[in-house]
């Protein structure tokens, strides 16, 4: 059998292109060494680069990172793995700059055991603007097939060698810490979900193993979900939220849904009936479309407010749209959902991941 490769950093785009005297580095403004990174399992995170052409010369840089995963069958072990998706440039307006990104990847020289990736992603063409820039390098964290990285408190990412920024003369910045700490989360999930249904106005449907939404001439369903926050720091500023939800079946078309914020949450999965069910606010989100995932996203709620739930509600009345929402916060919930229409009716379903929630539930 073959020998697995042994990785070797070769020199980076720049020395191809550029020889000079190296010089302190004012070009290379910010970069991710010696932060955390959190990241939720699956999902993509960036690494951001801030650099500054301000010379007559054309421009040039170079930076590269690298990580390490246990080999296996020479290659990274995809549980305990980062997936490379792209690499960007671009001034402060918006304008790109061309980039060349560049993956090596073999047996760490100095154990055999380990399986390292070496990133390099540079411009070696040579540019004449001037300017502030961005390089923006996206993982997700997911292996080889898309398996989800495996939660960790620590998977470091390290900026390799230099950052190299070229004009008239070559400006090399070694990081003091290039070290990039990758936390990565499991995805939050709901402490409570539950339906409510108008038919059935006193009746609690907690315990089912879907979340339906739907609206018919004779009754209509909306769904709740809430999450616990209890594990974010009391003095984390929460700047943004997302929560993912999965559309797993759809019968008669396709009709839209909305999520919404709903800024009590007192009420509790074995609970909550229509009559009592807390008001909601206005739209966070829209969703219309066949089978497959829902994106919501937006700002957080205050802190005051981080165990208040979302519901998820479909509705239909006079081609109005009126829906519920569910509980968004810091971390995304994955769930499946489904929307059925039938002479008129609509519906939708969703269903958590909390606990075994699998297999279906027919329509009362």
Known sequence: MASPPILFVAALLLS??????PALAPAAISHPGGTVVEVVQGDEFTLGFR???????????AVAISWDSPRLDNAGTPSENFTFVSATAYFDNGDPIYVEARLAEGTAPENENVWRYVLSVGHAEGDPRNGEFSVDIVLRAAGAGGLFHVPTENHPITIVGTIDVAEGILHSFTPPNPVITAKVLKPGTPTDDATVRSEWPNQNFGSENS???YYTPGGEARAFLKFSLTSIPSNASIISASLKLYCYEMYWGMWPMEVCAVGNDSWSEGAITWNNQPPYGAPLSGYEGSTGEWWVQGRAAPREQADQPREARGDRRGGQRDRHGSDLHRHEDRALGQDTEDHGQVAVRWRSRKGTHSGRKSWP
């Not at 191809?16 to 005297?21: E, L, N, R």
């Open 211 to 213: 979340l339906k939404v």
């Open 16 to 21: 191809m292109v550029f020889i000079a005297p």
């Open 51 to 61: 650099l500054r052409w301000d010379e007559a010369a054309k421009g040039y840089f």
